[in-house]
């Protein structure tokens, strides 16, 4: 079965620190999709990022930094100069295929409890 | 507006009542998904729906609940005869081929 863990459930940083939440998965898939999303307390789901299991490179957007490392199943994320706008939930999640896109096959997320991230001023 | 809708945003029920939750996806998504997320949890896939066929239910998905999404448009959640267990917010989501949109959720308490 599939499981994605969050072993920090909270964080508390000072503005303009780095922070990084780590993000650890299990599956049996060779092909398979990891995310991050942020919930603020208006409770809204938003995405972050998406990324294909073949796909090792690391990402940059902005503040935001993804490290994916398949020899560990991890999936890091790092916020860097962290801003009291960053305060969320964060989850990881990986994705499980219903069927074969040729299928049109979609995904099911298996998310993480989340780590709650409060950056105060 | 482009994106996921869901009403109500809340739904205070007393125990045994029945409830009824609407989500409204991105028009052009065929993809319809129900997710139920608990106090201090990650969200739990509920059930799935491509168009107005619904493909995938998950254990979750006790008798009590029903799902539909007629005509492949608007989809509603319901919950008969509530227990204080069913409290939790519900999510809605959709998407074209990869990647969600999710809505802002409907959260249920059930006193």
């Known amino acids: 079965a599939q499981k994605v863990t969050q072993a920090q459930t909270e964080i508390s940083v000072v503005e303009k620190e780095d922070v990084t939440l780590d993000c650890v998965y299990e599956t049996r898939d060779t092909t398979y999709y990891l995310f991050w999303y942020k919930q603020p307390p208006s409770g809204e789901l938003v995405f972050l990022i998406r990324r294909n299991s073949f796909d090792e490179q690391n990402e940059i957007s902005g503040r935001y930094s993804w490290n994916f490392q398949k020899s560990t199943s991890s999936f890091n994320f790092t916020i860097t100069a962290s801003q009291v706008v960053d305060s969320a939930v964060y989850f990881c999640a990986l994705s499980e295929n219903f069927y074969p896109s040729e299928q049109g096959g979609s995904e099911k997320l298996v998310f993480g409890k989340g780590t709650k991230l409060t950056v105060n001023p | 507006d482009t994106g996921v809708s869901q009403d109500p945003r809340h739904k205070i029920t007393k125990r045994g009542q029945n409830v009824t939750f609407r989500c409204d996806p991105i028009?052009?998504?065929?993809?319809l998904y129900w997710y139920r997320q608990t106090l201090g949890q990650g969200p739990e896939f509920l059930t799935y729906f491509q168009n107005e066929a619904q493909l995938e239910k998950s254990r979750l998905l006790s008798d009590r609940f029903s799902a539909e999404r007629p005509k492949g448009s608007f989809s509603t959640l319901e919950i008969q005869r509530t227990e204080q267990g069913d409290s939790a917010m519900y999510l809605c989501?959709?998407?074209?081929?990869?990647?969600?949109?999710f809505g802002s959720g409907t959260r249920l308490t059930v006193v």
């Open positions: 028009s052009e998504h065929n993809r």
């Open positions: 989501a959709s998407s074209l081929r990869s990647g969600y949109t």
